[in-house]
DNA sequence: CAAATCCCGTACGTTTCCGTACTGAAATAA
DNA sequence: TTATTTCAGTACGGAAACGTACGGGATTTG
């Protein structure tokens, strides 16, 4: 049993900048990439595996290059709700860019993948010797940040399916191919509601040939249409991650 | 029509650090007090008084000594919903912070009181020159993060009697006295339910002896019997504000 | 290949909350 | 004081989603 399991390469030369994928990692200055390099891995993100658990210390904070993390929050009485995803465009350990060690959240990959890892020390060192870093990972916290408040009030206001769609759509930005493979267990679980009901949505998404479904995944066949049934629900933590983005230095 | 409305006095040897309220500014040490001090003056916040429109510049920075602010997430088709409160544990203008300079959110005080203000830029420059400044300001933003999460947490899983009771407490938090001066109006538009839903929600905590209630106002008269009601929906952010304000250097 | 498991379709009674709306009482304005 | 507005109490049918559960087909495991 390897610690090293699922670590596809330590960053060599071999590992160019050309390679990368995830967009953080993509926008950073060459002196800032030349800080984070020596302690990158790359590595494999399998479906489930545990990025970070609540309370306890972040290991690792981790680019996304393909694939999807879902930040679920728990409480005391095991009620559970996902808060936000994390793809290519993000990384998990944000409570780092705030001085915390610790997780508040659970986070695992919801849609396996695979990226590039660096321990949280060397992260928060780095953070601390470039101010041009620090402030985009602070852009990239606040564009997570307005994603969970748009979560919440999907999460409050939203029907089912309106919330089913909005989930779908997030997926499918983060993802290379329209098929989304995820059991409907898992689809409820996120939105905190029956797998069932989940069940009965996604019917009536296939019969207005909004989606296609196979066991174990389901396949965007109708984007628009989705956007349609998310409605205002979808859409400003997205232009507001694009705008965070590119006005970023 | 003066812009000063609501000013009570610039920040001036009369005003010293011992009147301080908000605990932020508790907190920071001499030599950030010196920096913020210039530039703080003391304002009233009347009730429903705007603090932050969508995607409007921040004009000032408000640390709120006795009141509640409520902070409104808001989407096209107009679906809104109250994604965190702020009372003199925190502040407004978070998105500043993070290098942003608008707001993403409609924020308003939802309880009357009085506070201290100053421009978004003095700001903005005092945390770039103090990095303890900073390290503070950055925790007090995970803070609220954390407080959003268990709103989206909330909002998904809790009933609407839970929910009340979860923003009675979080409100109780921030107020000197057992008093909650709102309408059932209001406490519908922060829940995003219908106002005679809580109506009814108010009146079952009324028969439980939980509250008291009179036009235009509730008290609370049983709190632990609330916190039982909101179960295990109240006190994880709490908690957490609790830990990052304790660690803070 | 057989057995066990996982996943999905479906069903039914029940709870929660909605949309709407009418009323009277309390507070405010004229 | 009177008129107006605001606020709270209540009601009713209906929609949405729940908890639960059963069965059958697909997939994986032994």
New binding site residues.
């Given amino acids: 049993m390897s610690l090293e399991v699922g670590v596809i390469s330590t960053n060599d030369a071999a590992s160019s900048r050309a390679d990368v994928r995830n967009r953080l990692l993509a926008k950073i200055s060459e002196a800032d990439w030349a800080l984070l390099a020596p302690h990158l891995e790359m590595i494999a993100l399998k479906e489930r595996q545990v990025v970070e658990v609540p309370n306890k210390p972040i290991a690792h904070v981790y680019f996304v290059e393909t694939g999807v993390v879902s930040v679920v929050a728990v409480n005391a009485e095991d009620h559970r709700i996902e808060v936000g995803v994390i793809g290519r465009e993000g990384m998990t350990g944000t409570p780092l860019i705030f001085g915390d060690d610790r997780a508040q959240h659970s986070a695992y990959m919801q849609i396996g993948g695979n990226g590039r890892r660096m321990p949280a020390a060397a992260f928060v060192d780095a953070t601390k010797r470039s101010p041009s870093l620090c402030a985009l990972m602070l852009r990239s916290a606040q564009a997570f940040m307005i994603q969970t408040a748009h979560t919440a009030l999907a999460n409050g206001r939203?029907?089912?399916?309106?919330?089913l769609a909005r989930w779908l759509l997030m997926a499918h930005d983060r993802l290379d191919s329209d098929a989304v493979p995820?059991?409907?267990?898992f689809l409820a679980v996120m939105l905190?509601?029956?797998?069932?009901?989940v069940?009965?949505?996604?019917?009536s998404f296939?019969r207005r040939g909004l989606i296609a479904?196979?066991?174990?995944?389901?396949t965007l066949v109708n984007r628009a249409g989705i956007e349609q049934v998310a409605g205002s629900f979808y859409g400003i933590p997205e232009a507001e991650l694009k705008r965070l983005m590119s006005e970023a230095v």
Same sequence: chains 1, 2.
């Fill in positions: 939203a029907k089912l399916e309106a919330r995820l059991t409907h267990e905190g509601v029956r797998r069932a009901g069940t009965v949505a996604l019917h296939e479904t196979r066991r174990g995944q389901l």
